[in-house]
């Protein structure tokens, strides 16, 4: 079962004195992705840690379940809640497998289960097994171990995700594989995940929500479409980049705007599409319209590059 995640009045104030994390609040619903982002130093690790209290806050409390995390036991709270640390952090002595398996040995799970997981994990992140399974950390490069501490957190299926910069390490190709992997969990298993991410397209792509954090304050929050279109001010949208409004189309569905017509002498987009991919295929083609192809093969209506204009100038 997803559980919720609850920020109240939540701070931390290191030893040395800086506040790092400042009277956060928020919620991310049960089954939903978040993401934090912010540029660095703005607290996004010390908030993650504080759920799975790696760090206690010295302000404010957290709620998992609708219950306090104080209230609920160390271990059967760590036990809840995958997490992907940020650089990794596999232990050194322990082979990829026995890295992979360590919750699962935890929970008592038969050897046989655990093997079983083990290499249905190593497949899902894309390192084949027979390969894998008995190197140690420092035999792999980067985005190995990146991914070997995804399948860690995944391994005892928990319903709390907790991901800290999880694809930072993966070539493009790769952590585009892997995105697309969390979001078929995410279809299947509707884990609540907060994923901190210093990559912008990340957000946009993979959370249902993105909270931005500077100075360890939360200076918006809500899906990418809403933050997107309206960023609160200039360091938000310096944050979303440039490319902010091709980000908001991306985010957009061709059916949104797609009027009826349509033929075979414009460019095609198919129903499943962005007005992105309607754009490109327009610049593609040197057309100003797109016919909207539907699964089945015929055409359901059109787009005009008119309309996306429109459309990203009303938000
Ligand atoms: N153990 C600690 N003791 C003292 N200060 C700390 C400690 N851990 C973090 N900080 C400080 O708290 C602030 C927030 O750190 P945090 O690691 O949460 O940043 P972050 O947003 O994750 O940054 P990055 O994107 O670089 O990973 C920073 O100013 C950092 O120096
Ligand atoms: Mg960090």
Same mark, same amino acid.
């Not at 309607?278 to 359901?300: E, K, P, Q, Y």
């Given at each position: ?117 083990? %290499?249905? *994990? =190593?497949? +899902?992140?894309?390192?084949? @097994? ?9 035999? /792999? ?101 440039? %490319?902010? *409004? =091709?980000? +908001?189309?991306?985010?957009? @569905? ?9 033929? /075979? ?51």
């Amino acid at each position: 079962m997803a559980q919720a995640i609850e920020f109240r009045h939540v701070s931390k104030r290191f030893d040395n004195g800086g506040l790092a994390v400042d009277d956060l609040s928020f919620v991310v619903e049960a089954g939903t992705i978040m993401a934090l982002v912010g540029p660095s130093g703005c607290g996004k690790t010390t908030s993650l840690k504080m759920i799975n209290r790696l760090i206690d806050p010295t302000g404010g409390e957290i709620l998992v379940g609708g219950r306090s995390i104080v209230s609920t036991g160390l271990l059967e709270l760590r036990r809840s809640l995958g997490y992907v640390i940020q650089y990794v952090g596999l232990f050194p002595h322990m082979t990829v497998a026995e890295n992979i398996g360590v919750v699962p040995q935890l929970l008592g799970w038969p050897k046989a289960r655990i093997q079983a997981r083990i %290499d249905e *994990l =190593l497949d +899902l992140v894309g390192l084949a @097994p027979q390969e894998f399974r008995s190197r140690r950390p420092r035999a /792999l490069s980067g985005g190995q171990q990146q991914r070997v501490g995804v399948a860690r957190a995944l391994a005892s299926d928990p319903p709390v995700l907790l991901m800290d910069e999880p694809f930072g390490a993966l070539d493009p190709i790769t952590r585009d594989r892997l995105q697309d992997e969390l979001i078929q969990i995410q279809r299947k298993l509707r884990k609540t995940i907060v994923i901190v991410t210093h990559d912008m397209d990340e957000a946009v792509r993979l959370a249902d929500r993105i909270a931005v954090l500077r100075a360890g304050k939360l200076v918006q929050i809500g899906s990418p479409a809403e933050v997107l279109a309206a960023p609160v001010d200039d360091f938000v949208a310096d944050l979303l980049g440039r %490319d902010r *409004l =091709l980000k +908001l189309l991306r985010t957009t @569905p061709v059916t949104k705007v797609m009027i009826p017509g349509g033929d /075979l002498a414009m460019a095609r987009v198919s129903e499943q599409g962005s007005l992105e991919e309607a754009l490109l295929a327009m610049l593609a083609s040197g057309r100003c319209d797109a016919a909207v192809h539907g699964s089945g093969g015929g055409i359901m209506g059109c787009v005009t590059a008119a309309d996306i204009v429109r459309s990203a100038a009303r938000r």
